[in-house]
């Protein structure tokens, strides 16, 4: 079966700097968008990037634009979203998910979810 795993979140201070990480296993990587979105307490799940299957089309948030970087991997079925100069709103778990198709922003166009990475940024 599909599964997407996260690592790479954790604890840092407002202007610090993550990586998380995203391995997919169980679907031909090279086909798919993938793509990071995040979910605050008690706010629904936003997008934040994505980056089409061959690398070449990328989208941001406005919100993460200049400060947040999504690449692929292919051969290692893995995606990245290098976090820079983050802030304490930035505070979320943070998702990975995989569409076939071009890049969404919306999260109900992704079938393949994973369990999620918490990022949280002290001020």
């Known amino acids: 079966q599909v599964q997407l795993v996260e690592s790479g979140g954790g604890l840092v201070q407002a202007g610090g700097s993550l990586r998380l990480s995203c391995t997919a296993s169980?679907?031909?990587?090279?086909?798919?968008?993938m793509a990071w979105f995040r979910q605050a307490p008690g706010k629904e799940r936003d997008f934040v990037a994505a980056?089409?299957?061959?690398?070449?089309?990328?989208d941001y948030s406005d919100s993460v634009k200049g400060r947040f970087t999504i690449s692929r991997d292919n051969a290692k079925n893995t995606v990245y979203l290098q976090v820079n100069s983050l802030k304490p709103e930035d505070t979320a778990v943070y998702y990975c998910?995989?569409?076939?198709?071009?890049?969404?922003?919306?999260?109900?166009?992704?079938?393949?979810w994973g369990q999620g990475t918490q990022v949280t940024v002290s001020s």
């Open positions: 998910a995989a569409r076939s198709g071009l890049i969404s922003t919306y999260s109900r166009e992704y079938m393949y």
């Open positions: 169980g679907l031909t990587f090279t086909y798919y968008t």
């Open positions: 980056i089409a299957w061959r690398g070449g089309s990328i």
